[in-house]
Every structure is written in C-alpha cells, then in structure tokens.
C-alpha cells in the first residue's frame, strides 16, 4: 500500500467520529500545529501569533517539540483519525499531495485570498507547485529555508590556527583535525535521523554534484542509489561522522547549535534556522559567526518550503482565522520580521530581489541571491531530509539506512548503497 493510500485508510475512519467543538469567540479561533518549539523559533511564531490576536481571532498553540516534524506529524496523523484536525497545520513538500488527496484539507478556503493578494504573481512557480492541489491552493508558503548550510564560530577557527572557511571536504577534514588538537568538539551535530540525513544529503551533493543528487533523492534512480558515487559520497559521510560531537546522540539540534555559539565547538551542518538561535544569543551575521555553504555544495541550494496547510473544519467560523492568517503569512511586514527571526528567506519574488533593501543579513542575502540563481541553473533541489523530496515513506527509507549506517562502526559504504536502494524500492 502506497503512503497515499494508507493515510486514506486510516482517515476514513475519521468521518465516524464528532468533531470537538471549537472554543467560540467572536470572530473565531484557530489551532496552529507545528514544531517551531526551539527558543529562536518560538520568537518567529510568536510574531504570527500576535498578529493574528491582533486582528481579533484567538490562536490556539498546537506546538509539538521535535525537530524536523516527525512528531507533529504522528500526532497529527492521530488527530486526523479521531476526526479532530486542527485549522492549521504545517506540512510540507510532497506530503501536502498526499494529504489533499485524502480529501482532508479545503482547496476553497484560501481562492480569494490568493486571487486578492496575488500570490501566483509574488511566488516562484516551483514554490506555489508545492502548496498547491490541482491547481488551488490548500497551504500558504512561509518561507524558503537553504538546508545546505555550515555553521562556523571563527573566535574558534581562530583558537584552532585555521584561517579561513573550508570549501573543499579536504579542507574541512584538515580543519576539523585543528579543532580537535585544539580541543574542541569539531562538528556539532544531534544524532537523531534527520539530522543525520541533513549532513548525508549535503554530501551527495558536494560529491554527486546536483544532477546527481536529483537522480538518487528526487528520481529515486536505482542505478545512481547504489552506484559508485553513491558508495563515494558514504566514505565520505563516514569520515565526517569521525568528527562528529561524541555527546551528540539524540539530542535536539538547538542544544548541539549551542556548542558552537558557547564556543565549544567549531561548525555545525544545519538548515539555516540554526541562524534563530544565534540571533536569540544577539550574534551578528559574518561577525559572530559565518554561514558558508556546505563544502562543494556553492553552485547548489537545496530548499525548504515551510508552509501552512487548511484543514476543512466543521465549525464555519474558522474560515475567517484561516484566511486571516493566510493574509499575514504573505504580507511584506510579517514576510521581513518572521524570516529575520526564522533565519530564513521571504517566497516572495519582490522582497527576494530586493534583500538588502528590506534590511536582511549577509547570510540571507547570499541565500536569496543563491535561490534565485540556481533556479536558472537547475541547482535549486528539494531537501530529501526536510521532506520536500518524497513521501514520509520513502524518507523513512533513507532515513534508517543512513542512520544505521553512520552507528555501525563497521559497516561498508557498497554494502550501504545496495541496501539504500532496496529500502527506497520497497518504500515506493
Ligand atoms: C524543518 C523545518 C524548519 C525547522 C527545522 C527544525 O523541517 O522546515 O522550519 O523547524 O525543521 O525543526
């Protein structure tokens, strides 16, 4: 049974069951799920939030802890079996098809927002694609996130003797090797699935270039998943996993960012919502620290579209909320202020253009001027790990692969890629 499939499965049931009535106010209130629970990302939700209570509708916080969603997406899932879904969730990439297909989310809700606020104007085609079923629209897009990101503190470069940032996986061995002579943790990183799938897919990337990534993560290509430069670009990731924070297994990606703010470490690989935490610490951009792409990954951005779904709800009055936090999402001023905060980048094509006019960083500039480059050079690809690539399912594949992979201290690379493309033919 395919991922759509089972998800219509189970959501069947859900039409047997009440709804639970929604606390009533006088212009209505909405239940936002999602799993922006670190300290820098609460700050950019919070300013959702207040602007929604502002125009008069009451938010209900739906946080569910986790990076990376796998959480709220199992507790959503369940939500969704009892009859019970929130007015609002987020979800991303392919997983919003699925979704809409189980006939769960209102394709109505939002057509005179977006005809009114002319978002197939203002957006990337590739960007409304995404948040959009048979041509309407079921989720709002939030902003562009570039997963393809390392993370250096340089007061630590500069304790270890290495002068300047690694652009090549030779010279980020040779760095790494000076932070640990130096005594510090080389790589930060958070042993859980997704991050450990947020390095892998960096190094497909540097080493596959992103044809070759297109053709292992989005064509899930038999003959790129367990061929030669596949097995490549795991010796690789084994190399890097040497360095990787020993303490680091399980923990949340904010508290292995913290290492590297604090000091204690040199870089972290991470989607640029580490750059949240290091502006809650009141870190400046190219100051502080530094945001250089991952080693031979420049020419390439590999994105992450956070966005918002509608979930037909039964309770009419919540169509207002809906379309109202619709509105605010796309607006210049909360597009400015949630990106400033989140670490990310507007989805709007005029404030893209215009980066340094609207007062964003050098980190989110280079992003944006990135973005917009390598969507002309087919250098723009979807995260695997954020979900923007494939169905959970087939992530889920990638996912146990690559983390049993880097916890064996005796396991092959060629042994890894026949069994990754195994797992990702029976996840399809
Ligand atoms: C991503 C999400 C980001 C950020 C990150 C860490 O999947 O798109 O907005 O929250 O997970 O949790």
Same mark, same amino acid.
């Given at each position: 049974m395919n991922s759509t499939l089972r998800l219509t499965a189970a959501i069947s049931?859900?039409?047997?069951l009440p709804l639970s009535a929604l606390a009533a106010d006088s212009k209505g209130s909405v239940e936002v799920v999602h799993w922006w629970t670190s300290g820098g990302e609460k700050a950019a939700v919070d300013v959702l939030k207040a602007q929604v209570e502002k125009d008069g509708f009451t938010w209900k916080d739906g946080a569910v802890a986790g990076g990376g969603g796998a959480t709220a997406m199992t507790v959503l899932k369940s939500r969704a079996v009892a009859g019970n879904p929130p007015g609002i969730a987020q979800i991303k990439g392919p997983d919003i098809q699925d979704w809409a297909s189980t006939g769960?989310?209102?394709?109505?809700?939002?057509k005179d927002v977006a005809k009114a606020e002319n978002w197939d104007g203002l957006l990337e085609k590739k960007v409304a694609d995404t948040v959009k079923f048979e041509g309407d629209y079921v989720a709002v897009p939030v902003n562009i996130h570039r997963v393809n990101w390392l993370w250096i503190n340089p007061e630590v470069f500069k304790k270890a003797g290495i002068a300047k940032p690694p652009t090549t996986l030779d010279e980020f061995y040779a760095a790494a090797e000076k932070l640990k002579a130096a005594g510090f943790i080389p790589l930060a990183h958070g042993g859980q699935p997704w991050q450990d799938s947020t390095v892998f897919e960096a190094v497909v990337l540097s080493v596959m270039g992103a044809d070759g990534y297109k053709k292992a993560m989005?064509?899930?290509d038999n003959a790129t998943l367990t061929g030669p430069q596949m097995v490549k670009a795991l010796t690789e990731l084994k190399k890097i996993a040497t360095y990787m924070?020993?303490?680091?297994? $399980?923990?949340d990606w904010n508290l292995e960012a913290a290492k590297v703010i604090n000091g204690k470490a040199g870089m972290q690989v991470m989607g640029d919502w580490a750059k949240s935490e290091w502006t809650l610490a009141k870190k400046v951009a190219g100051q502080d620290y530094q945001c250089v792409p991952?080693?031979?990954?420049?020419?390439?951005f590999t994105y992450n579209i956070d966005s918002l779904v509608v979930f037909k709800q039964k309770?009419? $009055?919540t169509s207002a909320g809906q379309q109202d936090i619709a509105k605010v999402v796309m607006g210049q001023d909360f597009q400015k202020l949630f990106s400033s905060n989140k670490g990310s980048i507007p989805v709007r094509k005029d404030m893209l253009a215009d980066m340094a006019g609207h007062g964003f960083d050098a980190c989110a500039q280079t992003s944006a001027k990135d973005f917009l480059a390598d969507a002309q050079t087919g250098g723009l690809q979807p995260s695997m790990a954020h979900n923007m690539a494939t169905n959970l399912a087939v992530q889920g594949a990638f996912f146990d692969v690559v983390t049993n992979y880097i916890n064996?201290?005796?396991?092959d690379p060629a042994d890894a890629a026949k069994k990754l493309g195994a797992a990702i033919q029976a996840a399809q």
């Open positions: 049931l859900a039409s047997l769960l989310l209102d394709s109505d809700v939002l989005v064509d899930l924070d020993a303490d680091g297994k $399980g923990q991952f080693p031979g990954t420049d020419k390439a309770d009419a $009055g064996d201290p005796k396991a």
